[in-house]
């Protein structure tokens, strides 16, 4: 079986790519994508992410902040402001979590048209195990007055987005910041977070997509009024132009990829694998509950078979998947789509949006069998 979209032959191996100079992304994407690394996707072998193979997505600078000096403050609509140190918040009952954190972005490289900005293809993803106290018993110690809306959290990193110098904040509202699983996390992979993932403390918001976890907290604020700040306004928008506002960003929406199969070409990554009986892996995920199903296409998303799915530990874990596939030589285009609880499948289209949020277009995955 021959893929018309994948070209005739495996490119790259032994005779250079076929890239030529000067198509391509702008300094300042490469820069950004230096700092916001992306997990190697060889990492989705990993029920859990190792904590250095997660993805990274820092706005401005990671801030150099020391615990001991470091308070986080309640206050705005609240019964009684607090300043907790990091160990007052380490001395009550934490919780584990193991979550599948995205960011919003993931896929936006990807578009045709490419919005410019962070750009990511795929590899925005990574799981671990989360611990924390749960921002509700915070809340509840405060005491939230009547008339609280909307629940501000500011990092303490600082920069300049949009021509507006800010701090790195997101809210929620107060439904959304009472639920039960939003954490306060100190720890990731049962280690003290690492200063690029929030330390000393950060929000963990499960099911939603990265950006509504702040890092770096210092300042959580009860406001009567719903919150404007440039990265709620602004930006993680679902919208089609400049200037239109579209639909806040909120879950992650149902996703998969795989487990790369054989070995990669060093340039295009293109897999080369042997002929013969190959066990197809993969991970899926979703903001709005269990996978239900998760099938797999060999011929570039003609034909789709199902994929079994393994038991999925966690409701915000991502879910392993695998299929046999007797494979002989040819060149092929692996796809795989997902389905969730709320019935959302992954399109095979790409959904273009103008800041390139929530991309989850199913991942095509060029293999050579030889
Ligand atoms: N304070 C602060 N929090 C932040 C960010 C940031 O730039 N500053 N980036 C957000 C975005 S967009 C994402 S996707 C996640 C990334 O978390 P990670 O770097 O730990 O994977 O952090 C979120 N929290
Ligand atoms: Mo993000």
Not at 144 to 158: C, E, M, P, Q
Not at 315 to 333: N, T, V
Not at 348 to 367: H, I, L
């Amino acid at each position: 079986m021959e893929n018309q979209a994948s070209g005739g032959r495996f490119r790259a191996v032994g005779d250079g790519s076929g890239l030529a100079p000067g198509e391509g992304f702008y300094q300042e994407e490469v820069q950004l994508a230096l700092r916001n690394r992306g997990m190697p996707l060889e990492g989705m072998r990993y029920p859990v992410t190792p904590t250095g193979m997660h993805y990274l997505l820092v706005h401005f600078d990671v801030p150099d902040i020391r615990a001991t000096d470091w308070r986080l403050k309640v206050s705005g609509l609240v019964d009684n402001p607090l300043s907790l140190s990091l160990e007052d918040i380490k001395s009550r009952a934490a919780r584990t979590l193991t979550v599948t954190l995205e960011c919003a972005g993931n896929g936006r490289a990807l578009l045709k048209p490419r919005p410019v900005s962070q750009p990511w293809l795929v590899e925005a993803i990574g799981t671990a195990q989360w611990t924390g106290l749960p921002l509700r018993r915070v809340l509840a110690d405060a005491g939230l007055k009547k008339g609280a809306v909307d629940v501000v959290f500011t990092g303490l990193d600082r920069g300049v987005q949009g021509g507006e110098v800010q701090y790195y904040q997101r809210s929620l509202t107060v439904a959304e910041a009472t639920a039960e699983d939003v954490l306060l996390v100190y720890e990731m992979n049962g280690e003290p977070l690492q200063p690029q993932h929030g330390y000393p403390l950060r929000l963990l918001v499960p099911g939603w997509y990265g950006m509504a976890s702040v890092k770096w907290l210092g300042r959580i604020e009860v406001l009567g009024e719903p919150f404007q700040g440039y990265q709620m306004a602004h930006t993680y928008r679902y919208s089609q132009t400049a200037d239109d506002p579209g639909e806040p960003v909120t879950r992650i929406r149902v996703r998969s990829l795989l487990v790369p199969p054989g070995i990669p070409d060093f340039l295009t990554r293109t897999r080369l694998v042997e002929a013969g009986l190959v066990v197809l892996r993969g991970r899926a995920w979703s903001g709005d509950g269990l996978i239900q199903r998760v099938e797999v296409s060999t011929d570039g998303g003609n034909v789709w078979q199902d994929a079994q799915l393994d038991r999925q530990n966690s409701p915000y874990g991502w879910c392993g998947w695998s299929l046999r596939w007797e494979a002989a030589p040819g060149q092929y285009q692996i796809l795989s789509r997902a389905t969730d609880a709320r019935g959302n499948t992954q399109p095979v289209d790409q959904p273009w949006t103008f800041q390139g949020m929530g991309n989850n277009m199913a991942q095509a995955v060029e293999v050579f069998v030889e």
